[in-house]
T-cell receptor
Framework: EPEVTQTPSHQVTQMGQEVILRCVPI?????FYWYRQILGQKVEFLVS????????KSEIFDDQFSVERPDGSNFTLKIRSTKLEDSAMYFC??????????FGPGTRLTVT | AQSVTQLGSHVSVSEGALVLLRCNYS??????LFWYVQYPNQGLQLLLK??????LVKGINGFEAEFKKSETSFHLTKPSAHMSDAAEYFC????????????FGTGTSLTVIP
């Protein structure tokens, strides 16, 4: 069964550094999403992406964040200058339509 | 605005007993509702979804949920708990006909006692 994959599974970075989190969505899906889950808190929406552009973003998704689909298979989330409060589990999701989302296993980001 | 409330951050049941995980939603438009399960160190797996068809929805692993508009609820049930059901369960809502972002509850951790 096709799955969403994410790399790396765990990323440790220093405050102020740039990180890129990578996702490979399910191949025939058209909608892509990033969510994050700070330890002990709820899963929060960051951004959705469709037709090579952002379709919706939350207040969390400020200028420090960007997304890209560089080659038709990968979907990346970049954080330009990480802060301590960016430490969280980041989930990628993809969907064939706007109504159902398939999640990857997540990348745990630790900012020190 | 859309939101969900999951009552009970931790639920414990005995193996073989009924599982009931509660979810109430708030939505200004007709909602789509979802239950996801998260096993340790894994991603979110879709258990079942309500998208305005039958109000009683059957999912994987013997779980089902009933959409009750009058109670704004979408509780998850399973008649007989199995040890393998121990996990974190998340209820989520999205806006019907527009989709996009899901709004998640804070999750309920299910423990199954042998």
């Amino acid at each position: 069964e096709p799955e969403v994959t994410q790399t790396p599974s765990h990323q440790v970075t220093q405050m102020g550094q740039e990180v890129i989190l990578r996702c490979v969505p399910i191949s025939n899906h058209l909608y892509f999403y990033w969510y994050r889950q700070i330890l002990g808190q709820k899963v929060e929406f960051l951004v959705s992406f469709y037709n090579n552009e952002i379709s919706e973003k939350s207040e969390i998704f400020d200028d420090q964040f960007s997304v890209e689909r560089p080659d038709g298979s990968n979907f990346t989330l970049k954080i330009r200058s990480t802060k301590l409060e960016d430490s969280a589990m980041y989930f990628c999701a993809s969907s064939p339509d706007p109504y159902e989302q398939y999640f990857g296993p997540g990348t745990r980001l630790t900012v020190t | 605005a859309q939101s969900v409330t999951q009552l009970g951050s931790h639920v414990s049941v005995s193996e073989g007993a009924l599982v009931l995980l509660r979810c109430n939603y708030s939505s200004s438009v007709p909602p789509y509702l979802f239950w996801y399960v998260q096993y340790p160190n894994q991603g979110l797996q879709l258990l079942l979804k309500y998208t305005s068809a039958a109000t009683l929805v059957k999912g994987i692993n013997g779980f089902e949920a009933e959409f009750k508009k009058s109670e704004t609820s979408f509780h998850l049930t399973k008649p007989s708990a199995h040890m393998s059901d121990a996990a974190e369960y998340f209820c989520a809502v999205s806006r019907a006909n527009t989709g996009n972002q899901f709004y998640f509850g804070t999750g309920t951790s299910l423990t199954v006692i042998p």
